[in-house]
């Protein structure tokens, strides 16, 4: 079993920048990659931004630019940065991460390929 852990939501203005963090713990060698995703209310959750161990990134375009995904290994930490953010941008935002050998890994971004959660922690962007 794993547990996700997210800090850093928070309220910040159009253009502002902001910080998530993701920590997991337990049988954290069984999972890979780790990731970022979003839902907004009445909206279906979507992927931002996924890290493989090896390094290896995807971003949704919308995020593109903006917001850049980092890890480090050995924390078991999943860092969110958040740049030029927009309204558009608010959000839950939910830590995730795939447990290996359990599926195939792609879409990389799609949310059904992940099978652990973070409870989620609010972004808000105001104008």
């Known amino acids: 079993q794993v547990q996700l852990v997210e800090s850093g939501g928070g309220s910040v203005q159009t253009g502002g920048s902001h910080r998530l963090s993701c920590t997991a713990s337990?049988?954290?060698?069984?999972?890979?990659?780790k990731g970022w995703f979003r839902q907004a209310p009445g909206k279906e959750r979507e992927g931002v931004a996924i890290?493989?161990?090896?390094?290896?990134?995807y971003y949704a375009d919308s995020v593109k630019g903006r917001f850049t995904i980092s890890q480090e290994h050995g924390r078991h930490t999943v860092y969110l940065q958040m740049n030029s953010l927009k309204p558009d941008d608010t959000a839950m935002y939910y830590c995730?991460?795939?447990?290996?050998?359990?599926?195939?890994?792609?879409?990389?971004?799609?949310?059904?390929?992940?099978?652990?959660w973070g409870q989620g922690t609010q972004v808000t962007v105001s104008s």
């Open positions: 337990g049988d954290t060698d069984s999972i890979d990659p």
């Open positions: 890290v493989y161990n090896d390094g290896t990134i």
């Open positions: 995730a991460a795939h447990e290996r050998g359990r599926g195939v890994m792609w879409p990389p971004l799609s949310a059904q390929r992940y099978h652990y």
